[in-house]
């Protein structure tokens, strides 16, 4: 698994900058608290507006609010239960009966605080995209021909995409730089190889990593022609080679596959695992690496002249953009 003291010198610099935008009062040493020194109470201020969105099944709620004054966004999911806790749980928790009807009862348990964590991904200052996001909307599948991209969605992303600093700051070593699991510095094949934010790396069950590019021109599956098919090459196999040597999961195992669209324009492979049906994983959004150099190698240009499939939400800007050019 993954590093623990490099992760915990992360989640305390995220916890950090936290405080420091939340401009508490109290200073950071009087906030934090417990044994890693890495604990704090930044979202006590939070004061929510709307709950965007939630999931039973998932465990997730999405939530918008403020954080000292700055427009936020919350995620708070409930992780999954660990077989290395099973014991623990077992043992250390209380129960209480809700029912019992023959061989059948259901309890509530109380596990161990320890044990009852849930993740917390906040975004901060969130723009009104990050809202949009992850609001619950309908969707409808778009089909873009090679005009339709240069007409319609390459001046609307030009203009409205999210911002890519994020990914600036990975690959200048200015934030995430003790996450990285694998580095190919080579300015035009080179990547880095690290694990996306939607995974705490406490389990393999969610693995779940990104190969984000060096090279910084490269926006997304339309701009790929033959000539990338060294940087596509390298990435999937150095890829699957560091998760092989860090995780002793076979390529076998793992999805890897580009988004189309993504949400941030700056090339970027998914790597996740085969058994977990992540966001983002179906047939109208996830193209599978493998294919994807199949496709350049039998024809250069395939991406710059295919018609691409994708679905967009009821209040994405671009669908209108679609419609206003009487193309949905
Ligand atoms: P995408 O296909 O552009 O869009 O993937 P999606 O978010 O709609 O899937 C971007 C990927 O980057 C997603 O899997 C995000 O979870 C991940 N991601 C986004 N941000 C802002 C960060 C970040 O700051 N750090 C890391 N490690 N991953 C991020």
Redesign the pocket.
Known sequence: MADVSAKRQQDLEATNELSQRTKKAKSDSENDRGENGNETNALSGFQSTAVLSDSAREKTIYVHGKLADQNAVIILEKTPIREDALAEIFTASTLKLQMRNDIYSTYSLHAPPHLNEIKATV?CPATEKHVK?YQRKESFLVEETAEDYKSITLPYIQKQS?SVQ??Y??LDKK??SE?ILFEDPHPKLGFVL?????WDQKQMDDL?L?AITHQRDIKSLRDLTSQHLPLLENILQKGQEAILKHYSLPASKMRIY??Y??????L?V?FTKLDFE???CRVE?AHLLADVIQNLQSDPNYYKTRNLFFPLRADDGLLSQFKEAGRL
């Open positions: 975004m996001k999210f994020w990914v700051n990975i934030a995430e996450r690290l694990p996306d934010f939607k779940y990104m580009l988004h669209q993504p949400s941030y324009y700056h970027h998914h992540a966001p983002g959004r």
